[in-house]
């Protein structure tokens, strides 16, 4: 006994636009490989830019600081000179036992150990382990051993922190 199941157009069509939507949603049928071509294992992803080394030195960082931050370039000088003011209650850096420097991420109450990451582009950022230049690290401004200026790289961080300035305090006498 043989069964010949015939559908009309419409149900192919309703078939095809199913097997259509199931492929949008996630669903996937399996690839065949007929050999002699490439695999389908995607390439190694290239080293991480947080294997390049920055061009400061955690060590660079460890001290007392004045501290504050600007929105307007127009007020950088000013905002340095203010933060040099606020070493009667200082911005302490500390060395991170694992190397890096205890400072605060952005609206975190406690601080973390930090690192220093070089990029491929030149920048430097302060941020956790992993790759450099994501949201939840700082990229150095500039830094002349005095002077510390960063930025969060997350936009909406960026805004609210806006420039930040450390200006380092005078060693105790």
């Known amino acids: 006994m043989r069964h010949d199941f015939k559908l009309p157009i419409s149900s192919l069509s309703v ?33 991480s830019a947080s294997a390049m080394p920055s061009k400061y030195a955690a060590e660079e960082l460890v001290g007392r600081w004045g501290f504050t931050s600007y929105q307007k370039e127009a007020d950088r000088a000013r ?17 991170g036992p694992g190397g890096g420097v205890m400072m605060h991420l952005a609206d975190e109450r406690q601080p973390s150990e930090l690192r220093l990451k070089g990029s491929p582009s030149g920048k430097n950022y302060i941020g956790p382990d992993g790759e450099a230049g994501v949201g939840q690290d700082r990229e150095i401004i500039s830094f002349d051993g005095r002077v510390l ?18 200006v380092r305090c005078a060693a105790r006498a």
């Open 15 to 47: 078939l095809a636009a199913g097997l259509l939507l199931a492929g949008c949603s996630g669903f996937s049928l399996p690839s065949f490989n007929m050999g002699g071509g490439s695999s389908d294992t995607p390439p190694p992803p290239p080293p």
């Open 79 to 95: 905002t340095i000179n203010t933060a040099r003011g606020l070493c009667k209650t200082p911005y302490v850096i500390a060395k």
């Open 149 to 166: 200026v960063t930025r969060y790289v997350d936009p909406d961080a960026a805004n609210r922190y806006g420039n930040m300035v450390y």
